[in-house]
């Protein structure tokens, strides 16, 4: 079953059988934290060391409580009540990152007449992964930045989700080596799409 909508003044949507989405809160970042930090350690380890992993979950791969408090972010819920997934948008220059990244972070609005909206933290628990979580939350992500009247959206993507990110009609327009500490770098990949109506 896959169906989304927008109820009141959050955003939920059935993904598919047993999974719910809705606008994370400040009551999910422990559980998003943990999400994070399962998802980097095992989903990410073909493309990062171990010390880069453990440095981007101590700066880049933090929660971003911006997101949150502006209501772009969400958390995806399984039937048993665990957090299988979370992502989401920004209307803010911030382009990756969270509230400990080495990099200054830019908190400046953009406008939807000229700017990217910006996909932002999408991670997904590895018991869930390759079920088509993430494709959905990203899938929702656009459809809210869209909603607020943004037609193209950039991101920074991990090595680990360029493959699905192309199949989504992302290209690659830069490679970046953002700094995590402790001398060691993350390769991250900065992406773009066109929005085009259906």
């Known amino acids: 079953m896959r169906c989304l909508e927008r109820v009141g003044a959050e955003f939920y949507t059935w993904l598919m059988a047993g999974f719910q989405l809705r606008v994370a809160t400040g009551e999910d970042v422990a559980g998003i934290r943990a999400l994070i930090r399962a998802s980097v350690l095992e989903l990410q380890a073909g493309d990062y060391s171990a010390a880069q992993r453990e440095g981007a979950l101590a700066t880049v791969f933090t929660v971003d409580s911006q997101l949150i408090a502006d209501g772009t972010y969400f958390v995806a819920v399984a039937e048993g009540g665990e957090l299988a997934g979370c992502g989401g948008w920004s209307y803010r220059k911030t382009l990756y990152g969270g509230d400990h990244q080495v ?78 500490g402790g001398g060691e770098t993350i390769g991250v990949v900065r992406m773009v799409k066109e929005h085009h109506p259906r």
């Open 103 to 180: 990099e200054k972070i830019a908190p400046e609005r953009l406008d939807p007449k000229v700017d990217a909206a910006k996909v932002r933290a999408i991670f997904v628990h590895p018991q869930f992964a390759r079920q088509g979580l993430g494709s959905l939350i990203l899938e929702a992500a656009e459809s809210a930045a869209v909603e607020q009247g943004f037609t193209r959206f950039e991101m920074g993507s991990t090595l680990t989700g360029v493959a699905l990110y192309m199949l989504k009609g992302y290209r690659e327009v830069a490679r970046i080596e953002v700094p995590v």
